[in-house]
């Protein structure tokens, strides 16, 4: 996906996803950068104690590496939306992952915590903001029909990533130490940039190609075959030319940076809100659950595998949902399937805020896993059925920097309260209702605002909630278009001889030979077809 014109590599809103084909490579893409993105900033905390002992700091100094990983990752959406809509998807996310190879490589040669934050936090994360959104971009430009599938299949990225980094990192770390394991690590994430170079663009040449050679070929195929079909072709090519010379003569339209247009959808706002009150409880409990299980007696390695099961559970949850939202039954619907993984994600915090037992725990866990899976494979198929493929650079980029701030807030919060009351059963309960709310607030205002707003008929088309996909809309205009070139069509000689050709093209021949003053009879060197076939041919041209 490039920029808007189609010259310059992006597709127009015309062209189809394939829904396949090399789609699926796109998605095998995706699936590392999310697993990468998601999963790198948790699995670096293997080397916490190492950086404690080497840089004698604190626990709370070393957690900001992954702190800083996670905002950067959010915070920067705006950023990586902007050198999208400027230079295109395979670019940003080439230059993303030698940013964040180069990040991790250098934090293997830091003498100090700060240079640490500068490098596997700033740098590693900037690389990895640049490859996440746009792999979700190309994602959403391939696949329209079975889209809620892909994304499910690609946020799986995330659960299987973690539970192989964890383990791999504490192998480097036991080989080669903290130093060795950031070096090797950084050697990894080079694998972002051939996950970049797949994200090849849809083209629109070939189809403009093969366009012009079946206007010769049908130009050819109606006219007499002499000097009248060399001279019809060579007027077709000089009308297309001048039309290309105009269009280039024309001022070009300056492309929006960052399309701040996208909160005039409802639809939008009201995304944007649920989910920033959603992000401020939905990351505390599976942070707090590790110490809350310690703290209740639970041996630590046990308490480790409480988030093993989180991440087993996520890992087929994610896909499940994806197939789940991609049937056509439930498909107009699927934003309210969002507001209830969310429901059903915070009645599990509520329910689950007294349990005082390992059993309960992992209960707790399985039922935690379900509704985090189904909540991360649902999150950015409803923007895209919000605001569609051509904004959805823009408003991704806006959504995650609204979940930096939540970020920022909830679980540092929720840290203190625990310092203060020392009470984690408040935490749950706080979390949980928070999740709940955001699930009620999506579900009501989509039904009061969103479809009570189809109702009454508006001016211009706004994408809602759950409504069609991208390919319905691009076959509405095709028809339109289709319509449109068949009240236009007009006949330059008579009934018999018809002309396949763009219109100014016709009246271009009928005013040559109106000037030359020789009418041609309707008998004489003419190939009779059938009236019926003009319309239809033209028709199949356009659709060509």
């Given amino acids: 996906m490039g920029r808007s014109d189609p010259e310059e590599g992006q597709p127009p809103a015309s062209v189809k996803p394939p829904d396949g084909g090399w789609g699926w490579i796109v998605l095998l893409g995706c699936f590392v950068i999310t697993g990468f993105s998601y999963a790198f900033p948790k699995a670096v905390s293997v080397y916490f104690k190492e950086l404690m002992h080497d840089f004698h700091v604190g626990y709370s100094d ?10 950067m990752l959010y915070g920067t959406g705006p950023v990586s939306s902007i050198m999208v809509n400027q230079f295109g998807c395979r670019p940003v996310m080439l230059v993303g992952g030698l940013l964040a190879s180069s990040g991790m490589i250098l934090a293997s040669f830091t003498t100090n915590i700060i240079e640490l934050y500068l490098t596997a936090g700033m740098l590693t994360g900037l690389g990895m903001a640049l490859n996440f959104q746009p792999s979700l971009i190309m994602l959403g430009t391939y696949f329209d029909k079975r889209r809620p599938l892909a994304n499910g299949l690609a946020a799986a990225g995330s659960p299987v990533f973690l539970s ?3 383990p791999l990192g504490q192998v480097l770390l036991e080989k080669f130490g903290w130093r060795g394991g950031f070096l090797i ?7 972002c940039c051939t996950c970049g170079a797949v994200m090849r663009p849809l083209e629109a040449g070939m189809k403009r190609k093969m366009e012009r050679v079946q206007d010769k070929y049908e130009a050819k195929e109606m006219l007499p075959i002499g ?67 310690k703290d209740i007696g639970v041996p630590d390695t046990e308490a480790a595998f409480l988030l093993s099961i989180i991440g087993f559970i996520d890992i087929f949850a994610r896909p499940s949902c994806g197939m789940l939202a991609g049937m056509k039954w439930m498909r107009p619907h699927v934003a309210y ?10 009645l599990t915090d509520i329910c689950s805020a007294r349990a005082n037992t390992y059993t309960a725990l992992v209960i707790f866990c399985i039922f935690f896993g379900i509704s985090y899976g189904m909540v991360g494979a649902l999150q950015f198929e409803v923007l895209m059925a919000i605001v ?21 807030i909830g679980p540092p919060s929720a840290g203190r309260l625990v310092d203060a009351f020392k009470n984690y059963a408040i935490i ?24 009570q707003g189809k109702k009454t008929p508006q001016p211009e088309k706004t994408p809602s ?16 278009v289709e319509d449109h070139a068949g009240d236009n069509h007009h006949l330059s000689h008579s009934t018999n001889t018809a002309v396949v050709m763009d219109s100014d093209a016709v009246n271009h021949v009928a005013e040559d030979h109106s000037a030359d003053g020789v009418e041609q009879p309707a008998d004489e060197g003419a190939v009779p077809v059938p009236g019926e076939c003009n319309s239809g041919q033209t028709v199949e041209r356009e659709r060509f």
């Fill in 428 to 451: 749950f309960y706080l979390a949980g209702s928070e999740v709940v709310l955001s699930s009620l607030f999506l579900a009501m205002a989509t039904y009061c605002c969103l479809n």
């Fill in 62 to 71: 070393t957690a900001w590496i992954s702190s800083i990983m996670l905002a």
């Fill in 465 to 480: 909630v759950g409504g069609g996909s991208d390919t319905e809309e691009a076959e509405s205009d095709a028809q339109e």
């Fill in 388 to 408: 569609g493929s051509q904004k959805f650079s823009s408003a991704i980029g806006l959504v995650l920097l609204i979940e930096a701030i939540a970020v920022l």
């Fill in 185 to 191: 690590m950084g050697g990894l994430l080079l694998n």
């Fill in 337 to 346: 399937l969002f507001s209830f993984a969310m429901l059903f994600n915070g």
């Fill in 227 to 293: 000097e009248r079909a060399e001279e019809a072709i060579s007027t077709i090519d000089g009308a297309k030319k001048s039309k290309k010379t105009k269009k280039q003569q024309q001022p070009r339209k300056r492309k929006k940076l960052l399309d701040f247009s996208i909160f005039s959808n409802r639809g939008f706002v009201i995304y944007s809100i649920a989910k920033f009150i959603m992000v401020l409880g939905l990351f505390v409990p599976p942070i707090l659950l590790v110490n809350y299980a």
């Fill in 164 to 166: 192989a980094l964890s």
